[in-house]
């Protein structure tokens, strides 16, 4: 399995999964059912780049997801493209925050795993302030899996 992660400047050493097409090539250039995808829509944002049209290009591969969200506290998704050279981590507008409140489509990621059979692990990758806000991610996610997968039975 492999991840969308996407390589911050703090990372020092080469990184191959970056940015879209990158990533898209290398799992085309994989065939096997055995080479899958986690799917982490944040770290499509933290790229720059759009997580629902990453999500179209690899949706038949998604084995397993990260559930996480962002936002800015300030600016805009241009200005983090602008802002990632030289930085240290992440910019320090681009924040962790409750799952269902910052930048990511929970509905539109959904529906489109979904309609691929998609039935399998969504993890919570959280960087948020406490166990209320986590509490409010997991409440976030018991919901949307309700809606989406709803013979879904908890293990």
Known sequence: IIENHYKDDFWTE???????????????????????????PSN???????????LEKVKHRVVTMHASDRYLANGT???LRKAEGGTAGYVSFFK???????????DAIFSTLKAVGFDSWISIEDGVDGMEQMHESADFLREKIKKYWPNYQPR
């Not at 080469?14 to 982490?40: C, G, H, K, Y």
């Open 14 to 40: 080469p990184e191959f999964a970056q940015m879209m097409d990158v990533f898209v090539d290398l799992v085309n250039r994989i065939p096997s059912p055995t080479f899958a995808v986690n799917f982490d």
């Open 44 to 54: 499509a944002i933290a790229a720059g780049e759009e997580p629902l049209e990453l």
């Open 77 to 79: 998704i241009e200005d």
């Open 96 to 106: 962790h925050g409750v799952i269902g409140k910052g930048l990511n489509d929970y």
